[in-house]
């Protein structure tokens, strides 16, 4: 069974930067596409984005495009969220999830395509 451990959390002004790293302890990390949710309090847990298995393709809701940047480093088993512009709507805990096939496209992103999720990391923007 795959782990995943979120760190990078914090408090952060708005329009301030925090990055958050997701490693994996499971094999085959290179071959899975990696995706960020988000659970903001009362409201439904949503996608951020997500990376493809090689890295080469990203993908990202309309709400963080050109802010967030989500990257990969495969030889340490680590995706990143970049967030830059921080605002208070993006308070949440934030989850990294990894995608239930090897070598699977990025055509939709369905919570339950997702079987292997991390514990969650807070990121709180004041303003």
């Known amino acids: 069974q795959v782990q995943l451990v979120e760190s990078g959390g914090g408090v952060v002004q708005a329009g301030g930067s925090l990055r958050l790293s997701c490693i994996s302890s499971g094999r085959a990390f290179s071959v899975y596409v ?3 949710f988000r659970q903001a309090p009362g409201k439904e847990r949503e ?3 997500g990376i493809s298995w090689s890295g080469g393709r990203t993908y990202y809701a309309e709400s963080v495009k050109g802010r967030f940047t989500i ?3 495969n030889a340490k088993n680590t995706v990143y969220l970049q967030m830059n512009s921080l605002k208070p709507e993006d308070t949440a805990v934030y989850y990294c999830a990894r995608r ?3 070598y699977s496209d990025m055509l939709y992103w369905f919570e ?3 079987g292997s999720w ?3 990391t807070q990121v709180t923007v004041s303003s």
């Open 34 to 36: 990696m995706a960020w």
């Open 47 to 49: 996608l951020v984005g």
């Open 71 to 73: 990257s990969r480093d």
């Open 100 to 102: 239930n096939s090897p």
């Open 112 to 114: 339950s395509d997702f």
């Open 118 to 120: 991390g514990q969650g």
